[in-house]
């Protein structure tokens, strides 16, 4: 695949029902901790979009957020199934009720190694939450305890998800 020019991108999901999911998402988030102050973690580059829309939408003013960074595609289209952690928590999420947010389940080996990875810093709880999940690909169950859309086994771009480091500021998903 080389570099397309915008107008070869086909939308697959607006940014209105990106939207409209998001508010939904954040309505059961609100609901679930009500009464504790969770800490976010925003899976980073991929989900800075979706986090970030999805923090503004919560009625909890008091929670905490975390980031970290990980690299499993390179400049691929397929996992090279090696996740690299290029960038670890720095704060403490320990005795934390822990929200975990990422942009796409596509194999669930990544999720899978963040999850171990959160588990290792002995959080109160962890629950997960993903804009996108690719089915087919899943090599194994993950529990996405909030999960926007699942999708075809296409590559996507847009709402943070690039393909060559860029793309990512697309405001709908997109795809060649
Ligand atoms: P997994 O480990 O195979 O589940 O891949 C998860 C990671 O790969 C995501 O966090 C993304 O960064 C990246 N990824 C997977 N599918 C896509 C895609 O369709 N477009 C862009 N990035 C993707």
């Known amino acids: 695949m080389s570099e397309q020019t915008y107008n070869q991108i086909k939308v697959l999901i607006s940014e209105k029902e990106i939207d409209d999911k998001i508010t939904a998402m954040a309505r059961e988030i609100n609901e679930t901790y009500k009464d504790t102050l969770p800490v976010i973690v925003c899976v980073l580059k991929g989900s800075f979009i979706f986090c970030s829309n999805l923090v503004k939408k919560l009625n909890l003013p008091l929670l905490e957020i975390e980031f970290l960074a990980v690299s499993s595609y390179g400049n691929e289209i397929v ?10 928590l720095t704060g403490s999420i320990e005795g934390k009720d822990v929200l975990l947010v990422e942009d796409i389940v ?18 109160k709880s962890i629950k997960f939450a993903s804009l996108l999940c690719k089915p087919e690909k899943l090599q194994d169950h993950i529990n996405i305890d909030y999960l926007g859309f699942n999708i075809e086994d296409k590559f996507v771009i847009g709402y943070g998800l690039d393909y060559h480091g860029k793309y990512r500021t697309l405001p709908y998903i997109g795809y060649f």
């Open 79 to 88: 996992t090279s199934g090696k996740v690299n952690l290029t960038m670890p």
């Open 106 to 123: 596509d194999t669930g080996i990544t999720s899978k190694f963040l999850i171990n990875y959160i588990k290792e810093h002995n959080p």
